[in-house]
Nanobody, 121 residues
Framework: QLQESGPGLVKPSQTLSLTCTVS??????????WGWFRQPPGKGLEWIGY???????HYSPSLKSRATIDRDPSKNQLTLQLYSVTPEDTAVYYC???????????????WGQGTQVTVSA
C-alpha cells in the first residue's frame, strides 16, 4: 500500500513537501521504481519523476529544475520536494510503484489515493 501525506495548502514561492509511506514491501527491493505524478484540476496526469530501487532518480524535463525525489529506507518512505511553487502547481499528487523505469501512468500498477495540494496566498 502507498499513502501520500503533506500540507494541503502551500503559499506561492514556498517549497511543497510530500511524503509517501509504503507498506507491504521494502522501497529498496530489487527492480522497483517509485514514481510521483500530479493531476491539476481539469487536466490529465502528469509524470514528475521516479526514484529507482538503486536510489537513482529521473525527472520530467519540465520539472527537473524544481523537483527533488528522495527516500528514507529506515522509514520506508519516499519524499517529493517541489520548489518555488506557483498556483499552477495546484493538483492532486500521487505516488505509485512500477516494476520498470517508467514515465507513463499505465506502467505503474500500484497507486496511493492521492493528496490535494493547493498553492495560494
Amino acid at each position: 500500500q502507498l499513502q501520500e501525506s503533506g500540507p494541503g495548502l502551500v503559499k506561492p514561492s514556498q517549497t511543497l513537501s510530500l511524503t509517501c509511506t509504503v507498506s507491504g514491501g521494502s522501497i529498496i527491493s530489487g527492480y522497483v521504481y517509485w514514481g510521483w505524478f500530479r493531476q491539476p484540476p481539469g487536466k490529465g496526469l502528469e509524470w514528475i519523476g521516479y526514484i529507482a530501487y538503486t536510489g537513482s532518480t529521473h525527472y520530467s524535463p519540465s520539472l527537473k529544475s524544481r523537483a527533488t525525489i528522495d527516500r528514507d529506507p529506515s522509514k520506508n518512505q519516499l519524499t517529493l520536494q517541489l520548489y518555488s511553487v506557483t498556483p499552477e502547481d495546484t493538483a492532486v499528487y500521487y505516488c505509485a510503484r512500477a516494476s520498470k523505469p517508467a514515465m507513463i501512468a499505465e506502467d505503474y500498477k500500484h497507486w496511493g489515493q492521492g493528496t490535494q495540494v493547493t498553492v495560494s496566498a
